[in-house]
């Protein structure tokens, strides 16, 4: 199904005391280097949460090899919808052509149009921005665009405003709804939605989650994104760093009261980022939904 579809169905639920609206839940992948079953095995376990599409990275500057066996396999034996990213740093109109009629062929509806991160060691490529990738996606296909948001601002965009004026360029481009970047400060998202929405941005956006499984993963994302983590949530962090189970449950316990908050301010969906392993995002639906397949 289409993004725009997905996301304008209102799936009320009658399963707690009182009605509530279930968001859309996606589920972010990578490709992995190694041990593929293990990752159609995780995938497997995701899919028992009935996500609307499963959403595949891309390689920077089309370092990207395995992505289209990936997103067959996805598509064609684990028989679930798709959000192929795609970046445009680095590549030739004609390559990203090539590339979205294969994705067309084997029946992607979705693509999160980015401009990744531009190459040290080649050509800046053909499109300079997400916005100018975005506008060619839909003079040439039929496809159905997302966008990536940035709640606490892109890390190259020292303006907040500006960086919300660069998102409209991609929503007047077409781009179909917006994933934010994963964030821990509910509060920044939803006054990033205000901005957004005065600016005339009208499109759904998706927050982003990722919970968390170790400091050195919160340092590295922290060091490569501006993602600011609340001094509690550090605190606790430092106390479980030698203490693996410790810090999977805080990290799952963190994310199903922020995913609480959520959708009781009825977002529209949940996009998590998964890392390739369904066991943290598993049990936070558990939490936030109730049993897989509606089956309470
Ligand atoms: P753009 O929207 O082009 O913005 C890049 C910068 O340029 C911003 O600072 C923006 O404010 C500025 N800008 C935009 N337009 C203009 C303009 N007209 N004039 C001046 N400045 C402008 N990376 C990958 O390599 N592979 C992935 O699969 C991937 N998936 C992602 C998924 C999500 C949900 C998110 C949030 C990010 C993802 N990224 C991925 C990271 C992304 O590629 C980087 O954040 C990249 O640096 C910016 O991409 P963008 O599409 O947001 O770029």
Same mark, same amino acid.
């Given at each position: ?7 304008? @169905? ?9 009605? %509530?609206?279930?968001? *859309?839940?996606?589920?972010? *992948? ?21 996500? +609307? ?6 390689? +920077? ?37 090539? %590339? ?10 979705? *693509?999160? +149009?980015?401009? &990744? ?30 966008? /990536? ?24 481009? &077409?781009?179909? *709804? ?98 390739? @392993? ?11 939904? &109730?049993?897989?397949?509606? /089956?309470?």
């Amino acid at each position: 199904m289409r993004l725009k579809e997905i996301y304008e @169905k209102k799936n009320v639920c009658h399963n707690r005391a009182f009605e %509530w609206v279930k968001p *859309v839940i996606s589920f972010e *992948v990578f490709p992995p280097k190694s041990n593929t079953g293990g990752f159609y095995g995780e995938l497997n376990k995701l899919k028992e949460y009935e996500p +609307a599409f499963i959403s595949l990275t891309y390689g +920077a500057a089309g370092k990207n090899n395995t992505s289209l066996e990936v997103l067959y396999r996805i598509k064609n034996e684990l028989r679930m919808d798709l959000m192929a990213h795609l970046t445009c740093a680095g590549s030739s109109r004609g390559n990203i052509e090539e %590339w979205l009629g294969e994705i067309e062929l084997l029946g992607a509806e979705n *693509v999160l +149009a980015l401009r &990744g991160d531009i190459p040290e060691d080649c050509s800046p490529g053909d499109f300079r921005y997400a916005s100018e990738l975005i506008r060619f996606i839909k003079e040439k296909t039929d496809l159905s665009v997302g966008a /990536a948001g940035y709640p606490e601002g892109h890390i190259e965009c020292p303006d907040l405003f500006a960086d919300i004026a660069n998102l409209k360029k991609k929503t007047d481009a &077409g781009a179909d *709804v917006i994933y934010t970047q994963l964030f821990f400060d509910n509060d920044k998202f939803f006054s990033y939605v205000q901005l957004v929405r005065d600016a005339g941005i009208e499109v759904p956006i998706i927050p982003g989650i990722m919970p968390v499984i170790s400091k050195k993963q919160i340092e590295r994302i922290t060091s490569m994104a501006k993602i600011s983590v609340p001094g509690a949530l550090l605190n606790r962090i430092e106390k479980f760093k030698d203490n693996p189970s410790d810090m999977l449950k805080l990290g799952i316990d963190f994310a199903v009261i922020q995913c609480q908050q959520l959708i009781d301010a009825e977002v529209s969906g949940l996009h998590f980022y998964t890392l390739n @392993k369904a066991y943290s995002t598993a049990q936070i639906l558990d939490n936030i939904m &109730g049993v897989p397949n509606g /089956a309470e």
